[in-house]
């Protein structure tokens, strides 16, 4: 017989203190990646603390005291971490608020959530609800690490949230920060083996290069939107067809702000998304194609003059191309701002002064500055072609013949209508001139409830373009659309560009809405660069400003401008030098007039009422609190829970099955409230325990525990036994309690705060 022990050993555990070292560096990696979702500041110091003051005592108290002494070392963690969240909380200066008036403080709340776009200040109620949510995962933390010993889960379960922002705003999180968090798993997987061995490590080791390279191979989020007052760009890589999503975006008519700029040229400014140059069954597609240059880096080597600085700030718009001034040379993020734009994570294009990202998305406060040579027909004039010509500008290794690439036989009308058009002009800036004056004066009109279906039947890619010249009637991709094939048919290489166009404020920011969304074509001319036209009758929108003694609603009359003069035109390196003709100054309606109806009062921002009928957050925050406060109640019913597995797969494949019996049913006493108090016993012991108690299955567990803890029996083989009398005895004691001592029982298990009868087992 074995001599009997009155208390568990000692020992040290120090991968348990490990673990919660791993598990709250884990928690600062996870902190790091929600600057997606808010903006960095005191809230993740706070939030870190509250969660080690919680998870890294609960480890040390249970690393240096015995086993089955858990609950003490949770308690203690548990206290920490709620003492110094109250302390945090109360210096805020908001809990009388709360106390009072806890309704208002979770529609403030709301109210900011709703109002919001990521990245977010989380201010007062915001920042008061996420230090609760710390101090919530910090106990869920410690549960899983201490009650359940299980530090891998406990990792594992803290890595989802770094799915929070790909969820929130559909950006992948930096590499490093996951990558950080593999190798934190791996530690962790380590310090949760049986025994510590190098081969161990390896295995563990070899586990993270895995996942660190299917972190790698997966593909890139696509842009969300984090509530409804967000506009979306129509150009992504979800959409199978940017001119149809321009289109439906046309149609909504937002009122919503989407990014302001600031410039010292007034006039029209036009803002590109993305270029489209392949045309294949009545679609045209962007070109990807990154030219290897980051944006912090010049496009080309060589400095155009004439450049002019445009300051642009982001405000809703959501877009993995960065809406950039026509022919940007140059993007430079201001120093003297607050800023997070990085220009290292967006790509040049290789044919088009445009900008892409594989792992970002325009947020709002991202400021930056653009320098640019604007090829405007409107503006053209302004810009000395020669000297542009003479700076070294590269066009000739654009490969112009994939810019003339037509689908099939051109139909008899759309070559007609070319020929008619141009009125014999071979020079490229002569023809677009003739081009854009010829739709803006040819009795075409803007009607933006035409509908645009283009593809819709195969055999007949060029339908939308007849449809255009039949009806006359149509916006601005039908009008750019049909503008590039004309272009085309007269050997012309011509693209589509789509992204915003607007009015420089004469004094301080210009409000850009979702409404100015456009598109127009852009012809490469040798020496130059790509030029912009606007064929769009009213330009972007449709929406002159009616002229003086007109009523409202109407467009002006257009005139055909005079026929621009000609000038000395670069000498091209395909063609023969020819003369160009200097543009005119741009008539009224080739410029982009400021509509009656768009206040660009950055103060008061007007908002469709359509927009504001839908601005409501989908899940009501108080909800999402509420739910919250409910699980952080439960959490002692979800430790008791796990506690009792614990012991009962103790029964089942334990050392000591009878004493991880008696122990459940001493706790299920404990919580009932049926438990003897000490004065009334005869002796420390389960025996005496039991005689207070009563119940036979009681008594039998109670003599089961003795034999096997100090005569040294094996119960290993009466495991089922052992099963059956505590279900009889855990049966008999919850029928001995009303139904409200059994609620009370599973909500505030009063054994987690209780130890004396952990003594008897």
Not at 192 to 204: D, E
Not at 534 to 563: F, K, L, N, R
Request: proline share 9%; charged share 20%.
């Amino acid at each position: 017989m074995s001599a009997p022990t009155s208390a568990p050993t000692r020992s040290f555990r120090p991968r348990l203190l490990m673990a919660g070292v791993l598990i709250t560096l884990l928690c600062a990696v996870v902190l790091q990646s929600m600057d997606l979702i808010f903006h960095v500041g005191a809230w993740q110091r706070q939030i870190l603390l509250i969660f080690g003051v919680t998870v890294l005592p609960a480890t040390a108290v249970a690393a240096v005291l015995p086993p089955r002494r858990e609950t003490l070392a949770l308690v203690s963690g548990a206290l920490a971490g709620a003492g110094t969240w109250l302390a945090l909380f109360l210096g805020t200066g908001r809990a009388g608020e709360w106390l009072r008036r806890p309704v208002d403080m979770f529609d403030r709340a709301a109210q900011i959530v709703n109002t919001a776009a990521t990245p977010f200040d989380p201010t007062g109620p915001v920042s008061d609800l996420l230090l609760l949510m710390g101090l919530m995962l910090g106990i869920a933390a410690a549960s899983l690490l201490v009650g359940v010993g299980a530090p891998f889960a406990t990792g594992g379960f803290l890595s989802l949230l770094l799915l929070a922002p790909v969820a929130a705003t559909g950006v992948v999180v930096d590499r490093p920060l996951i990558i950080a968090a593999g190798v934190l798993l791996v530690l962790l997987a380590w310090t949760a083996a049986p025994r510590i061995s190098l081969p161990g490590l390896t295995m563990a080791a070899l586990a993270g290069v895995i996942a660190v390279g299917v972190v790698a191979a997966m593909p890139d989020a696509t842009d969300r939107v984090w509530n409804p007052a967000v506009v979306k760009s129509p150009v992504n890589s979800t959409v199978p067809d940017v001119t149809v999503s321009l289109a439906e975006d046309l149609q909504k008519r937002s009122g919503s702000t989407v990014f302001s700029f600031e410039t010292e040229t007034p006039g029209a400014h036009y803002f590109t998304l993305a270029t489209l140059a392949d045309f294949d069954g009545g679609r045209w597609t962007p070109r990807e194609d990154a030219a290897d240059i980051s944006l912090d880096e010049p496009r080309s080597a060589q400095v155009p003059p004439g450049l002019e600085s445009t300051t642009v700030t982001m405000d809703g718009l959501r877009s993995e191309w960065l809406p950039l001034p026509q022919s940007a040379y140059r993007v430079v993020p201001p120093d003297e701002h607050r800023n997070d734009f990085d220009p290292g994570k967006w790509t040049w294009m290789t044919d088009s002064a445009t900008a892409k990202a594989s792992t970002a998305v325009t947020r709002d406060g991202d400021l930056y500055t653009v320098e640019s040579v604007p090829l405007v027909s409107s503006r053209l004039g302004d810009v000395d072609l020669s000297a542009l010509a003479a700076s070294g500008v590269d066009t000739g290794a654009i490969d112009q013949a994939s810019y003339l690439e037509l689908p099939g036989e051109v139909p008899a009308s759309l070559r007609d209508a070319a020929t008619e058009a141009a009125g014999g002009a071979t020079d490229r800036i002569q023809a677009g001139y003739a081009l854009e004056n010829w739709f803006r004066t040819g009795g075409f009109r803007y009607d933006d409830s035409v509908p645009y279906d283009p593809g819709a039947d195969p055999d007949s890619p060029y339908s939308v373009m007849e449809s255009l010249l039949t009806q006359r009637a149509g916006f601005c991709v039908h009008y750019a659309s049909t503008f590039i094939v004309m272009a085309r048919e007269l050997g012309i290489p011509t693209r589509m560009a789509v992204g915003y166009a607007a009015r420089s404020n004469a004094d301080g920011p210009t409000n850009v809405k979702a409404r100015e969304l456009h598109a127009w074509p852009e012809i490469l001319v040798d020496g130059v660069g790509w030029v912009a036209f606007e064929p769009t009758p009213g330009g972007p929108g449709g929406m002159d400003v009616p002229a003086e003694g007109q009523p409202a609603g109407e467009s002006p009359a257009q005139e055909t401008p005079e026929p621009p003069e000609p000038s000395e035109q670069p000498p091209a390196e395909s063609e023969t030098p020819t003369e160009t003709p200097e543009p005119t100054e741009p008539s009224e309606s080739s410029e982009i007039p400021q509509s009656e109806e768009m206040p660009e009062d950055p103060e008061s921002p007007e908002v469709d009422e359509d927009d504001a009928a839908d601005s409501g957050f989908t899940v009501p925050l108080p909800v999402l609190v509420a739910a919250g406060v409910i699980l952080l109640l439960l959490v002692p019913a979800l430790v008791r829970w796990l506690v009792g597995r614990w012991r009962r797969r103790g029964i089942t494949s334990g050392d000591h099955p009878a004493q991880d019996a008696w122990s459940e049913t001493t706790a299920k006493a404990t919580d009932l409230g049926l438990s003897p108090a000490v004065a009334d016993l005869r002796a420390r012991t389960p025996e005496a325990w039991a005689e207070q108690l009563g119940g036979e299955q009681v008594q039998a567990l109670a003599s089961a525990a003795s034999a096997e803890r100090f005569g040294g029996r094996d119960y290993s083989d009466s495991r089922e036994e052992l099963r059956g009398l505590l279900d009889g005895a855990v049966e008999d004691l919850a029928g001995r309690g009303g139904r409200a001592a059994r609620v009370l029982a599973v909500l505030v298990p009063r054994s987690l705060f209780r130890s004396f009868f952990r003594r008897h087992r």
